[in-house]
């Protein structure tokens, strides 16, 4: 659905759609709108992944969002939307996400009769703590050999705002696996699977 949304928008500029976030609301009320609220750390509790993403989004920060990514990553789409021929493909890589992600966050992108995205809200709700996060353990054991994943599900609030248009996903369930990654010499958590309307699955 997240991707429905940004669909709309990712259309009118060529292009395929994009993600979606959410916020926490045991813990604090959207830290994304705060810019004195800084990014937490990655070597930390897990949901300080989620916390970055919702960040990242409102922020339009694409180097941060970049940081959050494993070089494995994979979004899933909807298999309604999929089945319904809103999107071409079952899923697509990193290198997609962050293609789209960036067109999405920038505020100079458009095209001729089509308006830049101006506003990005995304609030992500989920039970706080690394204690609500499922253990799973990859199916790929030949490049993820001994390891364990951690799995959450959470839901989203999206309005991407386009011109006089607000494009709007509520209440939207997706589910978030993150596992430990080696960068610049330092493990950190980061996104390795995000399927989006798991409900409608």
Request: include cysteine; proline fraction near 6%; charge should be negative.
């Amino acid at each position: 659905m997240k991707r429905i949304i940004a669909a709309a928008v990712i259309l009118a500029f060529g292009f395929l759609s994009f993600n979606s976030c959410i916020l926490d609301p045991k813990e604090t009320k959207d830290p994304g709108d705060d810019p004195k609220t800084p990014y937490k750390p990655l070597d930390g509790p897990r949901d300080n992944v989620l916390f970055n993403l919702q960040k990242a989004y409102v922020e339009r920060n694409d180097d941060q969002y970049d940081r959050l990514l494993d070089a494995g990553f994979v979004f899933h789409f909807s298999q309604v939307d999929f089945k319904e021929g809103k999107v071409t493909v079952e899923q697509w890589d990193r290198a997609a996400e962050m293609s789209s992600a960036r067109n999405i966050f920038d505020r100079n992108f458009s095209k001729p009769g089509v308006d830049p995205v101006s506003k990005i809200d995304l609030t992500l709700t989920y039970p706080a703590g690394d204690d609500n996060w499922t253990q799973v353990t990859p199916e790929d054991q030949i490049n993820y050999p001994n390891e364990t994943w951690y799995e959450k599900t959470v839901r989203y609030d999206l309005i991407v705002t386009s011109g006089p248009i607000d494009y709007t996903g509520l209440n939207i369930q997706a589910s978030f696996t993150v596992r430990k990654a080696e960068v610049n010499g330092k493990e950190i958590w980061r996104i390795i699977s995000w399927r989006d309307d798991t409900e409608n699955q």
